[in-house]
């Protein structure tokens, strides 16, 4: 069975990213703030208490990478700074005066962030980040390259069956 021009997961979830993201990037802006929403959940883990690259990987769905990348843009920025850590071998962040200032501005808009997506649930009556959370624990589980070969493999033994 053929699905033409159905849209796939991963490109309506880049979609649902992009609108959410852009959305979120116009209220900074109206915020009167010259922030990338990319710092959210580095600045976010830091609230909480995370003080290396590896904690905060730890408390996000990110990669050590692109938190580090991100690290490095908001330290340029100057709202972290990086310090070595006790061991020397890790180093610990810590937010700015500046860093310190713009937590405070975003702690409410982050507030009204989670009412919004409560709307849009509500709205669409499925709790999709419960949809998405569960999604991502069966990908960890058995990702899509094993259920995309284990298809594939079911459609080869059916064709072979067949002839």
């Not at 669409?124 to 419960?130: C, D, Q, Y």
Request: charged share 25%.
């Amino acid at each position: 069975m053929t699905r033409k021009n159905e849209p796939g997961l991963g490109e309506l979830l880049r979609y649902v990213s992009e609108l959410v993201e852009l959305g979120a990037e116009e209220h900074y802006q109206q915020m009167g703030l010259n922030y990338r929403a990319r710092y959210t959940p580095v600045l976010r883990a830091i609230r909480s208490g995370a003080r290396t690259v590896t904690e905060i990987t730890a408390s996000t769905h990110l990669t050590q990478g692109a938190i580090s990348q991100t690290v490095g843009h908001m330290e340029a920025d100057g709202v972290i700074t990086r310090q070595r850590g006790e061991d020397g071998r890790k180093s610990v962040l810590q937010l700015t005066p500046a860093g310190k200032r713009l937590v405070n501005k975003l702690n409410a808009h982050w507030r009204a962030t989670f009412e919004a997506i409560e709307q849009l649930e509500s709205e669409i009556g499925h709790p999709l980040r419960r949809a998405l959370q569960e999604a991502a624990t069966a990908l960890q589980q058995r990702g899509f390259a094993q259920r995309l070969h284990d298809i594939k493999q079911g459609l080869a033994t059916g064709a072979a069956n067949h002839e």
